[in-house]
């Protein structure tokens, strides 16, 4: 991986991703630099169909078949986008990467740890966010902040309808993560309005931001 910049936004749902994503993509744009913004899962045309299964509550896949729908998505969006955005020297932006799967996968659904790795690794081909922002909340207010969200309707919401324990365990996983890639993953507090949070995030992210 070389010539621009990866920054993923990781944490449970509702704790501010995407908004402090296109602020991040704002800020940029408004300095003259190049930006792609892409989702996981998603961001290619076979992985918005994967989404629509994975985020649907009638998929209902095993762990290990999540997992494996999630990587086919991770895949296509690093070979088809990622890399090339960051070869032709933008930013590339994502909310989510791998990340997620060893927090939700592994420390939400019990799958181990090393096997989501590594899998993780054959799907990202080598690629590996500069920085990671980790966006923290309260369990409970970060989940009921996604149940209330205009864009979760009866056909996404299957995470959202997760229990509070599956949430927490996802949380203790990103914490791990933290812990385990401290000059990676930075900890942002995502509480107060958006602007604040905002400063937080540039915070975080000095050293890789122009």
């Not at 930013?91 to 989510?96: E, I, K, S, T």
């Not at 997620?100 to 081909?125: D, F, H, I, K, M």
């Amino acid at each position: 991986m070389s010539g621009g910049c990866f920054i993923t936004f990781e944490g449970i749902e509702g704790s501010g991703k995407t908004t402090q994503l296109k602020l991040l993509a704002t800020h940029l744009r408004e300095r003259g630099q190049r930006v792609v913004a892409v989702r996981e899962p998603g961001g290619t045309p076979l992985g918005e169909k994967l989404r629509e299964v994975l985020l649907h509550p009638e998929s209902d896949p095993v762990p290990l078949a999540e997992l494996f729908l999630l990587e086919a998505a991770r895949a296509q969006l690093t070979a088809q986008v990622i890399v090339p955005a960051l070869a032709a020297g933008a930013f590339v932006l994502a909310d989510r990467y791998a990340d997620s799967s060893l927090a939700y996968q592994a420390a939400g659904r019990g799958l181990p740890w090393e096997q989501v790795a590594t899998l993780n690794a054959v799907a990202c081909a080598g690629v590996v966010p500069h920085r990671t922002v980790l966006l923290e909340l309260p369990v409970a207010i970060s989940l009921s902040r996604a149940r209330r969200r205009p864009s979760t309707t009866a056909t996404n919401r299957r995470f959202e309808d997760e229990t509070l324990a599956f949430h927490a365990r996802v949380a203790e996983g990103y914490q791990h993560l933290a812990r385990q890639f401290p000059d990676r993953v930075r900890i942002v507090d995502g509480t107060g309005p958006a602007e604040a949070v905002q400063q937080r995030v540039l915070a975080a992210l000095r050293g890789v931001l122009p």
